[in-house]
């Protein structure tokens, strides 16, 4: 199990940039893959991003895909979710996740993730 806290959450207007992070403890960080998700109010939560253990392989849900990317800190045990060109549609809670097993292929499902985050606020204004 491992234990992961988000970051970097806030307002900002559209057009504009937030970065994310989440921190990981617990078990150790390399060797598993990491997803952002997010939930809107009424709505189901989303995939968002996720990325290897490598770093090198990275997924995106259509909706972010050339507006945010996704990074990893096997070193300092954190990843990231830099934010750019966000649109009030962005507005939601943002989850960080990590399945406890080993994946070959990322998975895109919140079912397919063990451990999650509190969350972090992003509010996107228009």
């Known amino acids: 199990q491992v234990q992961l806290v988000e970051s970097g959450g806030g307002v900002v207007q559209a057009g504009g940039s937030l970065r994310l992070s989440c921190a990981a403890s617990?078990?150790?960080?390399?060797?598993?893959?990491m997803g952002w998700f997010r939930q809107a109010p009424g709505k189901e939560r989303e995939f968002v991003a996720a990325?290897?253990?490598?770093?090198?392989?990275?997924v995106y849900a259509d909706s972010v895909k050339g507006r945010f990317t996704i990074s990893r800190d096997n070193l300092r045990k954190t990843v990231s979710l830099q934010m750019n060109s966000l649109k009030p549609e962005d507005t939601a809670v943002y989850y960080c996740a990590a399945p406890r097993g080993h994946v070959i292929v990322i998975p895109k499902r919140s079912y397919e993730y063990d451990d999650w985050g509190q969350g972090t606020q992003v509010t996107v204004s228009s």
């Open positions: 617990g078990r150790p960080h390399s060797g598993y893959t």
């Open positions: 990325i290897n253990w490598a770093g090198i392989g990275a």
